[in-house]
């Protein structure tokens, strides 16, 4: 498990950039205006496409609150993209690390014949998921960039947590016997919060960028059209 799964808000951020779907042919419309970038139909069809690959799910399955989670990732993703253009190329070894991560996840993929046939399966291509992995070390990238160095944790944070979160649900979930001391957990803690104030952070920045973007549906940019 990578550090955006490891993050509910960045993880489920960085979950729609793969490409095709399971679904069949799709016929495309625009469904948003992004800043004057166009996102489609079949743009938002491969967002489910991957999420039920990484799921092990049909892409059929997902509710209509869940599509619309995905499209709401896909116009983040968007606004962070303007952040990094032009961007560099992630390295071609860690693409590839992040691609074999995603095989792993797969079931009947140990060889190259069952991994192909799972990516038809969902309308994927190793190349579209290669490019997904790409995006998103680069959208990784700049987050930590932009965010990680504000992040300070002291020890009062991480000892507060400790005697007030932690310690209430060791003893609820097994007694005294489970309890450990902080300088055991310290640094586990630590992370954790930083990782939060990370998804706090992020989520106020994008935030931001909605607020200060142009986001528009077909509608509401034909009716201006007509004024």
């Not at 799910?57 to 253009?85: C, G, H, K, M, N």
């Amino acid at each position: 498990m990578n550090r955006w799964q490891q993050c509910a808000v960045v993880a489920t951020l960085m979950l729609g950039l793969a490409g095709g779907s399971a679904a069949g042919p799709i016929v495309d419309r625009v469904v948003r205006s992004v800043n004057g970038h166009v996102v489609l139909q079949s743009d938002w069809e491969q967002e489910i496409a991957f999420e039920a690959l990484m799921d092990g799910r049909d892409p059929d399955s997902f509710t209509t609150a869940e599509r619309t989670a995905a499209l709401d990732r896909l116009i983040d993703q968007e606004l962070l993209r303007e952040q990094v253009r032009p961007a560099p190329q992630a390295p071609s070894e860690e693409v590839a690390s992040r691609v074999a991560e995603v095989r792993k996840l797969q079931r009947d993929c140990s060889t190259d014949e069952g991994w192909h046939a799972t990516l038809r399966r969902y309308g994927l291509t190793q190349s579209a998921l290669e490019k997904r992995m790409s995006d998103e070390i680069q959208l990784m990238r700049l987050v930590e960039d932009r965010l990680r160095p504000s992040i300070q944790i002291d020890q009062k944070a991480v000892e507060t947590y400790y005697h007030d979160q932690l310690l209430p649900e060791l003893r609820k979930a097994g007694g005294s016997a489970s309890v450990k001391p902080l300088t055991d957990v310290y640094a586990k803690i630590k992370v954790l919060l930083a990782e939060k104030k990370m998804n706090e952070l992020l989520s106020g920045w994008l935030a931001s960028l909605r607020s200060g973007g142009n986001i528009r549906t077909p509608e509401s940019s034909a009716g201006e059209g007509n004024r």
